[in-house]
């Protein structure tokens, strides 16, 4: 049966000194009580004080999620209006029509005849205006035989599942370890936020593949466009890639690089 708070002071009270000699074994039984009443006085108190913090930091978590409610059904986008940080201005719900959350784009074959032998079609924000302010974007990836998504990088999370075909499909962490795998129909991979990622098709047969972001406007980046398609000198860009001036020369030639 569990001692009260009250029960133990009223204990220790209860045992008093008279003006007969000294009884050490009532001094050390007093002695006890005292320690078990303090101490259980501190984990009243240290109990107390866990309480108070976690639910300080619970209602800290409760106001945190309330912010990101929304306070309208969707906001589709206004191309009428410069696109900003935030996505783009809402479109006057009275002139919000359905196909503005659809995009029919994702059921054919993209052009795969470049370098790459790849075709990036998707529905994000510019293509779907709906899709503004959802925080996601889907985009259809065809692969030809012995084609490839070259390593690139964009400020959200991706995940892809693979309709048809083999590819190998791979991220490389900020510690410089890969992470890849073979992945065939119907398997699914994720890449982390902001990491170097690819996809290679090594099939015998065309491969197809649809990625989901959680932005409507991911930002992708692909690393051998910023190398050899921007303005850099030519001696600036083997510097900082090693790579000896007639490459340089090479795919700056294939990307449409100058200087």
């Given at each position: 049966?569990?001692t009260?708070?009250d ?11 008279d ?48 912010g ?11 191309y009428?209006?410069?696109n ?52 996601l974007?889907l985009?259809r ?23 048809e ?16 795998k ?7 991979m994720v890449?982390?936020?902001?990491l ?14 649809f990625?989901?972001l959680?932005?409507p406007n991911p930002g ?5 466009a910023?190398?050899f ?11 900082i890639?090693?790579i000896?001036k007639?490459q340089v020369?090479k795919?700056?030639?294939i990307?449409g690089?100058?200087n």
């Amino acid at each position: 049966m569990r001692t009260t708070h009250d029960e133990l002071l009223d204990a220790e009270d209860a045992m008093v000194f008279d003006d007969q000699p000294l009884d050490t074994a009532a001094l050390t039984h007093t002695i006890c009580w005292r320690v078990v009443v303090w101490s259980r006085l501190h984990t009243l108190k240290n109990s107390y004080n866990m309480i108070l913090k976690l639910f300080i930091a619970f209602s800290f978590l409760i106001s945190a999620s309330y912010g990101q409610i929304s306070v309208v059904d969707f906001c589709v986008a206004d191309y009428s209006v410069a696109n900003g940080p935030a996505g783009y201005s809402c479109k006057n719900a009275s002139k919000v029509i359905t196909d503005d959350f659809i995009f029919t784009g994702l059921g054919v074959k993209g052009n795969t005849s470049n370098f790459f032998k790849v075709a990036v079609n998707g529905a994000f924000d510019l293509t779907l205006p709906g899709l503004n302010g959802l925080g996601l974007s889907l985009f259809r990836l065809d692969i030809d035989v012995g084609g490839v998504v070259p390593i690139h990088t964009h400020r959200v999370s991706e995940v892809i599942i693979v309709m048809e075909g083999t590819i190998i499909a791979g991220f490389i962490g900020s510690d410089n370890t890969a992470y890849f795998k073979t992945l065939n129909k119907g398997d699914v991979m994720v890449f982390p936020q902001s990491l170097l990622h690819f996809q290679v098709n090594v099939g015998n047969i065309p491969a197809l593949a649809f990625v989901s972001l959680n932005s409507p406007n991911p930002g992708f980046q692909f690393i051998s466009a910023s190398l050899f398609a921007n303005n850099l000198p030519s001696s600036i860009v083997e510097k900082i890639t090693l790579i000896d001036k007639d490459q340089v020369k090479k795919l700056k030639s294939i990307f449409g690089g100058t200087n």
